[in-house]
T-cell receptor, first 115, second 111 residues
């Protein structure tokens, strides 16, 4: 496989459930990102990891918990979500953090629906 | 200060026409301006990017025009094709900060 792979592609969960989103990158990059994409809104950066260390957390509610066990894998653990959390969650990677001249490569996202 | 304002929200163009999407920013520290293209069911993909030391960058049918004094930049798609139908996002960032995205433009190119 190449690029950035996200699983599952679709997820429906109740507000009391616990689930996890998975992201894997095969590009040899050192930085990984979680974004939230809602209709007609800018992509919202949630978390940034550089070499498995979290370097940015943009005031994301604690019901979202990221985990980066190594530079190729990124998880987003979900628990007690709210209906407004329904969105497309995108994972991205880049060679290093900081936009500079580092293009970000995105996965195809997980479409999350909260019942 | 961190916002990037994008317009129009949606755009319909005839095949062969020119598609123009505009973005404006506030933060003068921004020095990297990429455009991303997103097809339905797919993640955004980098299309073209520019730095403020040039006023224009062209790659095939896609051109970025950059006006530093006005703090504006735009994407021009020449000879637009139905396959260009997608959502386009502008973005901006300073050298050590993360990307700030516009709200997107849904482009439809009619056959």
């Amino acid at each position: 496989e190449t690029g950035v792979t996200q699983t599952p592609r679709h997820l429906v969960m109740g507000m009391t459930n616990k689930k996890s989103l998975k992201c894997e990158q095969h590009l040899g990059h050192n930085a990984m990102y979680w974004y939230k994409q809602s209709a007609k809104k800018p992509l919202e950066l949630m978390f940034v990891y550089s070499l498995e260390e979290r370097v940015e957390n943009n005031s994301v509610p604690s019901r979202f918990s990221p985990e980066c066990p190594n530079s190729s894998h990124l998880f987003l653990h979900l628990h007690t979500l709210q209906p407004e959390d329904s969105a497309l969650y995108l994972c991205a990677s880049s060679q290093e953090t900081g936009a500079g001249n580092q293009p970000q490569h995105f996965g195809d996202g997980t479409r999350l629906s909260i019942l | 200060q961190q916002q990037v304002k994008q317009s129009p929200q949606s755009l319909i163009v005839q095949k062969g026409g020119i598609s123009i999407i505009n973005c404006a920013y506030e933060n003068t520290a921004f020095d990297y301006f990429p455009w991303y293209q997103q097809f339905p069911g797919k993640g955004p993909a980098l299309l073209i990017a520019i730095r403020p030391d040039v006023s224009e960058k062209k790659e095939g049918r896609f051109t970025i025009s950059f006006n530093k004094s006005a703090k504006q930049f735009s994407l021009h798609i020449m000879d637009s094709q139905p396959g260009d139908s997608a959502t386009y996002f502008c973005a901006a960032a300073g050298s050590a900060r993360q990307l700030t995205f516009g709200s997107g433009t849904q482009l439809t190119v009619l056959p």
